[in-house]
C-alpha cells in the first residue's frame, strides 16, 4: 500500500460517522447537523462572539461571506489565511468542509452596526 493510499484510507475512516449521519449517503446533500457541530467546535471561537461583551477575533460569518461562493468558502477553510486563521485540510475532509460551508450559508448576516470592520488595516468593510 502506498503513503498516498494509506492516507486516503485514514480519512476516509474518519468520514465514516459524517456518512453514517447521513443517510442517503455520500452522494446526499451536505449535513447541516453536522456542519453546525463543526463550525461550533472549530470556528465559533474566532466566528462567534460569545457574549454581547466580549470580542471577536474573525468576522461574523454568513451566507453573503465571499460572495456566497460555496467553493471560495471551502477553499478557505481548507488553506486557511495567512497569518490570520489556520487551515483545516488536514483536520476534515472534504465532506466535512462541505458541510460547514452549508451550515454558514444557513446563516443571515448580522446587522449593520455589528459588521466586521477590519481586516489587516483596520478600515471599515461596507462590502459584506
Ligand atoms: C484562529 C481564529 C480563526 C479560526 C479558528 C477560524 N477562523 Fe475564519 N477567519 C479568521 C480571521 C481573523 C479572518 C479574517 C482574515 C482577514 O480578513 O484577513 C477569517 C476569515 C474567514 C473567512 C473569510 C471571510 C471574508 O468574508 O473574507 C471565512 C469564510 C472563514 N474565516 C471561515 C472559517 C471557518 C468555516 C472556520 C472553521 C472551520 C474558521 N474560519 C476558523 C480567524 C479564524
Not at 3 to 13: E, I, K
Not at 40 to 63: D, M, N, W, Y
Not at 70 to 80: F, L, R
Amino acid at each position: 500500500m502506498t503513503r498516498t493510499t494509506g492516507v486516503f484510507l485514514f480519512a476516509s475512516l474518519l468520514a465514516l460517522p459524517a456518512f453514517a449521519q447521513n443517510a442517503g449517503g455520500p452522494a446526499a446533500k451536505p449535513d447541516l447537523a453536522a456542519g453546525r457541530q463543526l463550525y461550533e467546535q472549530s470556528c465559533g471561537v474566532c466566528h462567534t462572539k460569545p457574549l454581547i461583551t466580549s470580542g471577536r477575533f474573525g468576522p461574523a460569518l454568513s451566507k453573503e461571506n465571499l460572495g456566497g461562493q460555496a467553493d471560495v468558502m471551502a477553499e478557505v477553510i481548507s488553506n486557511g489565511i495567512p497569518q490570520r486563521m489556520p487551515g483545516f485540510k488536514h483536520q476534515y475532509n472534504a465532506t466535512q468542509i462541505r458541510a460547514i460551508v452549508a451550515y454558514v450559508q444557513t446563516l443571515d448576516p448580522p446587522p449593520p452596526d455589528a459588521k466586521p470592520t477590519a481586516r489587516t488595516t483596520g478600515e471599515r468593510r461596507d462590502d459584506n
